[in-house]
């Protein structure tokens, strides 16, 4: 298996835009998680699904923050309108059962200026 | 908050020399796990210690757990200039269900 794959890898944007992230989890996986990371909170687990169905949102940060599993094999993070204090790398991450080890993707370096 | 905080913030050790570094948390935990980031990359799991236990290996790694104390140490012996990364515990609280939820992380640089 390739690992979770994450898109795209650098993403530089203007404020007000919409951004997606896409992430692709590994097969078998039930369970998919979105992380942010900075320096100054450190890494922030924004939502996870369970079987495509989300489960936890209690971290994404405001309304402008969007996450969808349309299938087991695709997930987006939506950030709609931008600000430049979303600039972050975000991370998608897959597990076979909760509360287990996480497989990480490589990230994508979201830039808003 | 942070669940779990690690101790030191950034250690730097000579190739050869073991490096030690420590994660306390607040609640009771099912289990705690160590994660292993390099520059620029995700995070790659290294070991997961349950709380019915006190110690695991893997390779050179060395993990200690003590509930009572609500801490944790990760011991990486014979430390290499390929070690250098940013080394972060997670937590799998208790009534948590299975939120892990990361500490701020140790820079480890290990100088050849």
């Known amino acids: 298996d390739a690992g979770v794959i994450q898109s795209p890898r650098h993403e530089v944007t203007e404020m007000g835009q919409e951004v997606t992230l896409r992430c692709k989890p590994i097969?078998?996986?039930?369970?998919l998680f979105w992380y942010r990371q900075t320096m100054m909170r450190g890494l922030e687990l924004l939502i996870y699904?369970?079987?495509?169905?989300?489960?936890?949102d209690s971290g994404m940060p405001e309304d402008r923050f969007s996450a969808k599993m349309p299938n087991a094999s695709f997930s987006t993070l939506k950030i709609q309108p931008s600000e430049p204090r979303d600039s972050a790398v975000y991370f998608c991450?897959?597990?076979?059962?909760?509360?287990?080890?996480?497989?990480f993707g490589s990230g994508t370096q979201l830039s808003v200026l | 908050s942070q669940q779990g905080e690690e101790d030191p913030q950034a250690l730097s050790i000579q190739e050869g020399e073991n490096a030690t570094m420590n994660c306390s948390y607040k609640?009771?935990?099912?289990?705690l796990q160590w994660y292993r980031q390099n520059s620029g990359r995700g995070l790659v799991h290294l070991i997961l210690?349950?709380?019915?236990?006190r110690e695991k290996h893997s390779g050179r790694l060395r993990v200690t757990l003590d509930t009572s104390k609500k801490s944790s140490s990760l011991l990486i012996t014979a430390s290499r200039a390929a070690d250098t990364a940013s080394y972060f515990c997670a937590t799998d609280a208790k009534g948590n269900t299975g939120k892990l939820i990361f500490g701020q992380g140790t820079t480890l640089q290990v100088k050849p």
């Open positions: 609640t009771s935990i099912n289990n």
């Open positions: 097969s078998g996986h039930d369970y």
């Open positions: 699904f369970n079987n495509n169905v989300p489960i936890d």
């Open positions: 210690i349950r709380s019915n236990e």
């Open positions: 991450a897959s597990s076979l059962a909760l509360g287990e080890k996480l497989f």
